[in-house]
């Protein structure tokens, strides 16, 4: 990205008051938030903001929760904004959690409502990527309702059921991709321990996207963390339970006090127990990376394996790669280290060109040598990487040209199979 661009925002309340911001989750609108807003701005200036492309904002997609959070202070640098408080929403939470650790200084309080420290797996959301390139939002944007809703409000609130869908529905479908993309990527448990701000931790009684067990997980590593059960709510709380999220926000709010916040015990509390004392864990000590750096500028090669490794998991799934790696004995066990080390970790992670390209050169390759099984496998990757089956078609046709229509045949028998199987609208992962 040549420039770090703003966030789409609205405020309320009285000017010089306190700032809170708030932020959504995805696919919902900064419109979610409309029923705290009576309440919080008596005493409270309220921002709320849009991700990209979500309520008609510009569609300049962002690939992380960081990068989200650096437009955020970007947008507050250009309003004069230095402290606040934050509340997030599932992705909106994740991004609360990156600016509580990149910026502590300019946080003052955090809540993270339906929000983990990891958001099921990076599998799940790069193939709901894939879906969604094939079918469009529609499928998505449909099953929203069981996610996001206990069915008892779903049955009695028809028509926030049916602005729900619309809102996921008029989302820029590069823009949610990108969101997944972000939250494939997203993972702070070894973090959480320097969050150093007082957290609220909210979470749905019924949520079945981010249950319970993930708030505990926020709250058992976060120093300071309180948690919050809301009985009679799913994933989108601040909608169902507007009123017990005010009060909550309200409460929270009302706790903060100048100065050092003190530190908890990082085990689960009821709201409004008293924090137990428990210094933050120091950061690296500078001579680490001064010799790491000197290490660098000296031409000292970094090993390969952990970085192709990444790439390995982000390009052909998890679960292959686990398989792959457990399956491994005394005969095979080299020849991945080498796969690893060496296709993915000097070829695959060199910055030449991107990984689309390189899923297009690897499918030509394959097809050419006949090489069906790992095809499949190639054609699954390059799915994952962004192409479409359209262009995965155009690929195998050209290929055909230059390869020979027997060994084209053959690959188009292989990819049709994949490309059903792979972007089929079903079984959506959890929304976030």
Known sequence: MSETKTLQYRTDGPDGAPLIVLGPALGATWHMWDRQIPELTRHRRVLRFDFPGHGGAPAHPALSAAELAERLIVTFDALGVERFAYAGCSLGGAVGAELALAHPHR???????????????????????????????DPVARS??????????????????????QMVRTTDPGCYIAACEALAAFDIRDALPRIGVPALVVAGADDRVTPPSDARALVAGIPDARLALVPGASHLVPVEQPAAVTDLLVTHLGAETPGEPQRGTGRPQPVGAPPAVRPVMPPPPPVAVAELEAGASAGIRRDPYEAGLKVRREVLGDGFVDRALAEADDVTRDF??????????EVWDRPGIDRRTRSVVTLTALTAGGHLDELALHV??????????????????????????????????????VVREETAPEDDPDDA
């Open 336 to 345: 991945e280290d080498f796969a690893t080390r060496y296709a993915w970790g």
């Open 107 to 137: 946080v003052s309080s955090l809540a993270l409502l339906s929000s983990a420290p990891r958001y099921g797996t990076p599998d799940a959301w790069r193939q709901r990527g894939v879906v969604i390139r094939t079918n469009g939002l």
């Open 380 to 417: 699954r990757a390059a799915l994952r990487n962004g192409l479409t089956p359209v262009e995965i078609t155009e690929v195998l046709l050209h290929a055909g040209v230059y390869c020979g229509l027997p060994a084209a045949r053959a690959a188009f028998a292989v990819a049709r199979d």
């Open 144 to 165: 929203t309702p069981e996610r996001w809703f206990t069915p008892g409000f779903a049955t009695a609130q028809p028509a926030i059921v049916d602005w729900a869908v």
